[in-house]
Structures are given as C-alpha cells and as structure tokens.
C-alpha cells in the first residue's frame, strides 16, 4: 500500500498485487453469477407427483397436466402412460417390457414375433372374445410370415356361423392386423399384441 496526493489530500493507493486480486474476484463473482442464471433458464425444474385413483397411477406434472401416450422419465426411470394418462404395467410397449411397478425393463429381450400359426390363432381368440357381437374365429393358415383366417357371425351350431364377418391378416412379425369386414367393406387396422395387453389391464 502507497500514499499518493489526490486534490491536495493523501489517500491510501493499493499496490499491484492487490488490484490484481481485486479484479480476479470481481471476474469470478461474475462468472459464478452468469453460471446461476444459465442453470435456471436453461434447465426449468419441473415439480410432479404421483396420484391413484380406483383405475390406477398417473403422474401429475407442475402445470397441472399430465403425460397421455407417451413415456417419461422420472426419478431416473422410464415409465410409459395410455392414452387416458394412466400408467402401463406388466406388459409390453413397442419393444420395451414394463413391469409390474410400471418401470421399463432394459434388460428384458425384445418381443421377436409369433412363433407359429397356432400362437396367433390363441391371440386372435382372446382378442374377439371382447366383442360385442357373438364371433367365431375360425382356424387359419401361416403363409410367408402372415397367418390368415376368417371371423364369423354366432357360435358352432349355429345358423348365423356360416357368415363370414371379417377376413383377418396377421403379421406374424410385428403383430400388425388388417381387418376387413366383409358386410361394410371397411378395413381396421391395429396391433394384435398391444390390444391384447390393454385389454388385459
């Protein structure tokens, strides 16, 4: 520290060294204050919570909305919720298995398809059991990778099952059905597999 005169007065003037620490903390100060702003306007903090009612989870993000058909990754895990926002459990999405706490499986091998004809028909049974009207799925044939066969109208034994309802063909790789009704001429597509899983929830 050295004493200069300034307008006739002496006043303490500091050394080198210490202007030199002085700027080197203003510059750091600086630094870590731009570093907290960056943080805040770059990374928002989003604060969710999980909620139950008598259908299942959903997870309740900080606006008051909340994930529908589409996956999230929360507390460091992978959760996947319907199309009703509900949480996905004990079953697979795409290639990814959830399990019974709705937490996606990594490690679980990927779905490789259907092995045989038969393994399809037992799907397509359990499928259009949940139809409205009374149908009968009657046994097909694999060909090339897709299993075809036909639904019809009413149960065995009765009148109404010699009409053909829809005509159904299965990809037995991706689980993929085009469905054409026979009487409307429309066709309806859907995942075998993945409409099975939901149904079963």
């Not at 149960?155 to 063909?169: D, W």
């Amino acid at each position: 520290m050295s004493i200069v005169m300034v307008c006739g007065k002496k006043v303490n003037s500091p050394n080198e060294s210490e202007k030199g620490e002085h700027e080197m903390k203003k510059k750091l100060f600086i630094m870590v204050a731009a570093g907290v702003i960056m943080t805040i306007a770059g990374f928002p903090v989003y604060a969710g919570q999980w909620k139950m009612d008598s259908i299942g989870y959903w997870y309740e993000e900080d606006k008051g909305t909340y994930p529908t058909d589409s996956w999230r990754y929360i507390d460091e895990k992978w959760y996947y919720f319907d199309g009703q926002g509900y949480m996905v459990k004990d079953t697979w999405v795409g290639d990814y298995y959830v399990g019974s706490d709705g937490v996606m499986l990594p490690d679980k091998p990927a779905w490789s398809g259907y092995a045989t004809g038969e393994e399809v028909y037992m799907e397509l049974q359990k499928y259009y059991a949940n139809d409205p009207s009374e149908v009968t799925v009657m046994e097909g044939e694999a060909q090339e990778g897709y299993y075809y066969c036909d639904v019809r109208c009413g149960v065995p034994g009765n009148s109404y099952a010699s009409q053909r309802l829809y005509e159904v063909e299965v990809s037995m790789k991706t689980g993929e059905v085009k469905e054409l009704n026979l009487i409307t001429g429309i066709q309806n597509l859907f995942n075998l597999r993945e409409m099975n899983a939901r149904n079963s929830q």
